[in-house]
């Protein structure tokens, strides 16, 4: 599968101007609307999750998560893309930690193709998505197929800047601009500054057979380490 990837050679990619002024206006009101009535879970206190069912129930997020798929399958050349969720991410400075996940980079176990929607102008400031390109001796899709159940104590999915090509990129961008990207892309979250906020939709998907479910055993032993 990494090799599928690799061949239509996508990491990740900036479609910008991909929201009209009235639909953005509509979608803004709506996440304002969804933060104060609590009507969906909490992921954290900035963080409010739907189900693809939830999405199918509102009509805005149905039709930009509809668009969002006919620009993946451009550019992965497939039509296995299933929505797995989308998140609703209200970001401050208090959110940001410099030394730990998400803001170092890494990669993602359970890999997703996500597409990050601007509901503003995204300046440095605001801290955008950095996304960079590993160096060719790096297998992630190899490396995230070995992570153990305790990786993120262990810091597994961290990636060095040794093995990424220059410099990340800081995807600044304007309102309605979308960011696409595979989890496999090496990223990282940015850093706020005082006084800014990043309000942002964030649509999951998922492609059939990239991540399939632990053996038996492995499901019972994350149970047993839960309790």
């Known amino acids: 599968m990494q090799m599928f ?62 668009r969002i798929i006919s620009i993946f399958k451009q550019k992965i050349q497939t039509d296995n893309l299933q929505l797995a969720k989308l998140w609703l991410v209200q970001s401050t400075e208090q959110n940001s930690k410099s030394l730990a996940l998400p803001y170092i980079p890494h990669f993602d176990k359970h890999r997703y193709f996500k597409a990050m929607v601007y509901l503003h102008d995204v300046t440095d400031n605001h801290g955008p998505i950095h996304l960079g390109y590993p160096k060719n001796f790096l297998d992630i899709e190899k490396r995230r197929n070995k992570l153990p159940m305790n990786y993120k104590e262990l810091g597994l999915n961290t990636i060095s800047n ?21 989890t496999n892309t090496p990223h990282k979250a940015g850093m706020l500054s005082e006084g800014y906020q990043r309000n942002v939709l964030r649509f999951d998907f998922d492609i059939k057979g990239l991540n399939d479910k632990p053996k038996f055993y492995e499901r019972i032993l994350k149970r047993l380490l839960k309790n």
Do not use: W
Request: aromatic share 12%.
């Open 5 to 66: 990837i690799k061949d239509n050679n996508f990491m990740f990619h900036h479609e910008k101007n991909f929201l009209n002024s009235d639909v953005l206006a509509a979608l803004n009101i709506k996440f304002y609307n969804i933060f104060s009535e609590k009507k969906y879970r909490s992921v954290d206190d900035h963080i409010i999750e739907l189900s693809k069912q939830q999405v199918n129930h509102e009509p805005l997020f149905q039709d930009a998560c509809s």
């Open 162 to 182: 040794q093995e990424i090509e220059g410099n990340m990129i800081s995807m600044s961008g304007h309102a309605g601009d979308v960011i696409f990207f595979d």
